[in-house]
């Protein structure tokens, strides 16, 4: 589905070079949900803009569907930590923009943004504007937008960060729930450990930047994962452990 | 600069949020008002007092003979022509100047090479009086309301482009990324991103027009024309008839005041996603 080959990325400020992501190769299968964990400022999201088409690899290549991305990729819906919602816009109008873009007359749009809304649990917030809502409420707007969108791979750049804990796992809920009930691809970048196992077939460890990857880990824990109590089972704790071995080194060599 | 100079900018930039922290005796907006009107009152009352007592009434004639011309003008029906004329002019110019300044604005924002290419010579024309270009108006358009609307038009071009072309760079990128991985082509982008997103600062630019509009209009009116508030004021000076100077000019007031007020009310209409949000 997706896949990088010996992807490099580098930023130029004047003359010196910033090498944010360094030879990384790695295979993402269809339907499958990857979390990539790494340090802050490891040049995760650069992974996820080259994903998306917004940045070019400087070398390397990056092939979706069987073919290189070249431009902006429309096949996958974008979720970062910042909502990227138009604040000019109702819910309503938010979620059902990609309608709007396709060009679906008005009164189908409406109807549909309604189903959704509904549907993430937003119902009632219709008509009010993004800065009107606290941040989980503009996260699931942010779901139901990606929703109508249908897009079949997810891109999530610590979507949840900026949440309480305990919001944080009605999300996750949430979002475990979408995803398969829309059956897409997932790549969702986090500094959090519990995240990434909780909701990841699969977690990557990065290493500091450069990044590439250290670490590969199988999280074959049975689905329909239980977001509230998976982290208490024997099985989570040895796959959050082993992860945690590795990752602790990228946090140790920091401090020195 | 030296370090004692610091602390003392310093000490005056502070100075300023202190003092509106000082809690006033909280006033209603009865007796404000009843204040205000107080002022205004008492300034008038001097006004009339000291006028042919402490300095001579020729140079600042007085309320009453102010507001008698006023009252004459009014009921001979002779001012609403002149303002009309004013209004006119002030709103064909602020029109056709807006458009046009948001226009240039969003077309070279989001053209960065058009931009760059003509960066040089708006910076020339921006720095340009453009007053001084009331003459060339003239020969252009004539002695009729063309060339006043032509003057009121190019202050607020300017004005209102500057601003439009600053909100469209300000333009967050993530939103214009978000829309294009949503299939947005290169024009919804800058119809449903760009343009609403620079919609405050365009009002910001049309608000500090609004009065250029009026004195690009008045400035029209008193270089070379037949009617009008500022060809109303020039005639009255030359006349040495100092009440109807002030007359007009309480007139020109009343009208900048008025018009402030229209461009609030239409933002606030249209931005209510962030009136809302306090």
């Given amino acids: 589905m997706i896949r990088l080959e010996n992807v490099s990325k580098s930023f130029y400020k004047g003359a010196t070079a910033i090498n944010a992501v360094r030879d990384m190769s790695l295979t993402i299968e269809r339907h499958e949900i990857v979390a990539v964990i790494g340090p802050s400022g490891c040049g995760k999201s650069t992974l996820l803009n080259m994903i998306a088409g917004l940045y070019a690899p400087t070398r390397g290549q990056i092939v979706y569907k069987g073919a290189a991305i070249a431009d902006v990729n429309t096949d996958v ?33 409406a109807r549909r943004a309604n189903e959704v809304i509904q549907h993430v649990g937003l119902g009632g917030f219709e008509d009010r504007f993004p800065n009107e809502l606290s941040g989980g409420m503009r996260k699931r707007a942010c779901l139901g937008r990606m929703l109508l969108y249908g897009a079949e791979t997810a891109l999530l750049d610590e979507p949840f960060a900026a949440l309480d804990a305990q919001l944080k796992l009605a999300m996750h809920d949430l979002m475990l729930r979408l995803v398969s ?66 990752l602790r080194l990228e946090y140790h060599e920091e401090r020195v | 600069m030296s370090a004692p100079e610091l602390k003392t900018n310093q000490a005056a930039f502070e100075a300023e949020p202190a003092l509106a922290h000082v809690p006033l005796r909280p006033t209603g907006g009865m007796t404000m008002a009843a204040s205000q009107l107080a002022l205004g009152v008492a300034v008038l009352l001097i006004w009339q007092g000291a006028s042919g007592r402490l300095v001579d009434s ?9 507001g008698a011309r006023l009252y004459r003008w009014t009921v001979d029906g002779s001012i609403f022509a002149h303002i009309g004329a004013t209004l006119y002019a002030t709103a064909m110019g602020f029109i056709i100047g807006s ?16 931009s760059r290419l003509l960066n040089p010579y708006l910076n020339a024309l921006n720095a340009l009086p453009k007053v001084a270009l ?10 009729g309301i063309e060339s006043k609307i032509a003057l009121a038009a190019v202050l607020v071009l300017f004005l209102v482009f500057l601003n439009t072309f600053a909100g469209v760079r300000e333009v967050d990128q993530d939103l214009i990324d978000g829309a294009r991985l949503m299939r947005a082509t290169r024009a919804q982008v800058i119809l449903k991103v760009v343009i609403p997103s620079a919609m405050s600062w365009v009002f910001a630019g049309l608000k500090i027009a609004m009065p250029y509009a009026l ?3 008045v400035l029209g009116e008193m270089i070379a024309a037949n009617r009008g508030l500022g060809y109303l004021v020039q005639f009255s000076g030359s ?13 020109i007031a009343l009208l900048a005041v008025a018009l402030n007020y229209l461009v609030d009310l239409i933002q606030g209409r249209m931005e209510r996603w962030r009136v809302v949000s306090r």
């Fill in chain 1, 77 to 109: 819906g974008y979720m970062t930590q910042k909502d990227n919602l138009l604040p000019w816009r109702s819910v309503r109008d938010n979620v059902a923009f990609p309608l709007e873009l396709a060009g679906v007359p008005k009164a189908e749009r």
């Fill in chain 1, 181 to 246: 009930e829309n059956k897409q691809t997932v790549v969702l970048v986090t500094h959090d450990l519990m995240e990434a196992v909780t909701l990841a077939d699969r977690v990557l460890v990065c290493t500091r930047r450069p990044a590439t990857v250290a670490m590969e880990q199988r999280i074959d824990l049975a689905r329909p994962r239980d977001v509230l109590n998976i982290r208490f089972s024997s099985a989570f704790k040895e796959h959050y452990d082993a992860l945690w071995e590795r």
């Fill in chain 2, 58 to 66: 020729f140079f600042i004639s007085n309320p009453i003979d102010i």
């Fill in chain 2, 99 to 114: 458009a046009g300044g948001a226009l240039l604005g969003v077309w070279l924002g989001v053209s960065p090479f058009a």
């Fill in chain 2, 134 to 143: 009331a003459p060339l108006f003239v020969l252009w358009f004539g002695l």
């Fill in chain 2, 215 to 217: 004195i690009g209009a």
């Fill in chain 2, 239 to 251: 006349q040495f008839d100092t009440a109807g100077v002030f007359a007009v000019l309480f007139v």
